[in-house]
């Protein structure tokens, strides 16, 4: 049984396969895709993947990821492909790479934090505890973060 493709082929922009089921909406989010755009955005969920059971795919028509946005998407889907896509081709493979420190890439969600502090011009350290499941505490306070309430802490 041939299996029908659910999304055409885009000309030029970027492709994101392997993220996880029921996450795309948030890494448009985190991206700032998700309104007022006028290039079209692809958008498949909750497909099969042998490698994970379930995913969901990003296609981004006319916009090229930037190694800080590749950074962000690591804290949603650290296993994440992306392909960026020239004349119907894949052009170039890029890595989301976790790493074992985020710097500058969310605020940590703790209120009395060092960091929270105006006067303390700190850059924003999250270090990586554990990488499956996805553990991050910040480096000043070491409170635990919670993945939920950093979507919402990106900077």
């Known amino acids: 049984m041939s299996e029908m493709r659910r999304v055409t082929a885009i000309n030029n ?16 989010r985190m991206l700032g895709l998700d309104g007022g755009r006028s290039s079209p955005i692809s958008l498949v969920m909750n497909v099969p993947s042998s490698k994970h059971g379930r995913k969901d795919i990003i296609k981004v028509e006319d916009r090229e990821l930037t190694q800080d946005e590749l950074d962000r998407l690591a804290l949603i889907a650290p ?16 890595t989301v790479d976790l790493g074992k420190e985020l710097v500058n890439i969310a605020r940590c969600t703790f209120t009395n934090c060092i ?16 990488s499956d499941p996805l553990e991050v505490r910040c480096r000043y306070c070491g409170r635990p973060q919670e993945m939920s309430d950093l979507a919402n802490n990106l900077i």
């Open 13 to 28: 922009g970027t492709v994101i396969d392997h993220i996880p089921s029921g996450s795309a909406m948030g890494v448009l």
């Open 115 to 130: 960091t929270q502090n105006s006067r303390e011009p700190l850059d924003h350290r999250l270090k990586v505890v554990k």
């Open 79 to 94: 296993h994440a492909n992306v392909a960026i896509i020239r004349s119907y081709a894949v052009a170039e493979k890029r």
